[in-house]
């Protein structure tokens, strides 16, 4: 009787576990998803600051999430100008109107070009009158600028050659004052003053032609590393599924703000992958008998 008591119970551990599949929760901790989701919180949550501002950053990537959007306006709080540069950007490139008053409240940073951003941000998200009211206290003084970028900036705006220039670099997500743009054409200013290539990936995210979703894949590998971001936002963009392997690859990229837009991207896409399953459940006619 003993015997057959301990056989049973036995049996019932087994099916226990069995029942919660370990391997399966080991495999879904392991999913690119969840690894994408580890790294940002890990570099936003970092004690560099570099860390934290490109992956506060790469959020603006992800749209339509709570937690990448909460994020964002937590690191507006951020001790340093940069990482809360970075979050007011990724706000208004997410598209997160529900952030608009967080926004606002932003506009009364004493940093400048925090202030900025957050205008520009709240311009993309249709609350103009607030931006425009930063942009006033500029122009007529009532609010000052000894900031370098600022002012080189404002210097900018009278030169018709830099404003082609300035046209030109959006392309690539240069935001004046803020965000990537800004460093990425810093930088590609030093070594080449026209990054068409990085401009031409961000405008293919919407030619449907399956040719240029290849393109956008091999641009993933290219030797500049600003490419290298753009194509993986365009792709992100673009919503395709089928090619996330190439973005999950950028992993591994030995330049971090390629490292995060590729896992910003990886949410992005999976989230994109799931939809579409959901609305044909949803749509699909019930069969003719």
């Known amino acids: 009787m003993r015997r057959r008591l301990q056989l049973a119970a036995c049996l019932l551990f087994t099916c226990v576990g069995l029942v919660r599949c370990p391997a399966q929760e080991s495999t879904d901790i392991e999913s690119p998803k969840h690894k994408a989701w580890d790294m940002l919180q890990t570099a936003i949550a970092s004690k560099r600051i570099e860390d934290r501002t490109n992956g506060v950053r790469a959020l603006g990537i992800i749209r339509g999430d709570v937690r990448a959007r909460k994020l964002a306006e937590d690191s507006l709080a951020d001790p340093k100008p940069a990482v809360r540069v970075a979050a007011a950007t990724a706000l208004g490139q997410m598209r997160a109107t529900e952030s608009i008053p967080v ?160 896992a910003a991207a990886v949410i992005r896409l999976t989230v994109k992958s799931q939809k579409p399953t959901d609305r044909k459940v949803l749509s699909d006619p019930a069969p003719t008998p």
Do not use: C
């Open 103 to 262: 926004l606002q409240h932003a506009l009364m940073d004493k940093n400048i070009p925090v202030v900025m951003a957050a205008a520009h941000s709240l311009r993309e998200l249709k609350d103009e009158q607030s931006a425009y009211a930063v942009y006033y206290d500029l122009l007529t003084g009532g609010r000052k600028s000894n900031d370098g970028i600022i002012a080189q900036q404002i210097e900018t705006l009278k030169n018709p050659k830099e404003l082609a220039k300035i046209g030109f670099s959006e392309g690539i997500g240069y935001v004046p004052f803020a965000g990537i743009g800004w460093d990425a054409w810093r930088t590609m200013h030093k070594k080449n003053p026209n990054p068409a290539r990085a401009v031409a990936a961000t405008f293919l995210a919407e030619d449907p032609d399956p040719a240029t979703g290849k393109a956008l894949a091999k641009a993933t590998d290219d030797k500049d590393w600003i490419v290298r971001a753009a194509a993986i936002q365009a792709i992100a963009q673009r919503g395709d599924p089928s090619l996330l392997p190439k973005v999950e690859l950028r992993f591994k990229d030995r330049n971090e703000k390629v490292r995060f837009s590729a």
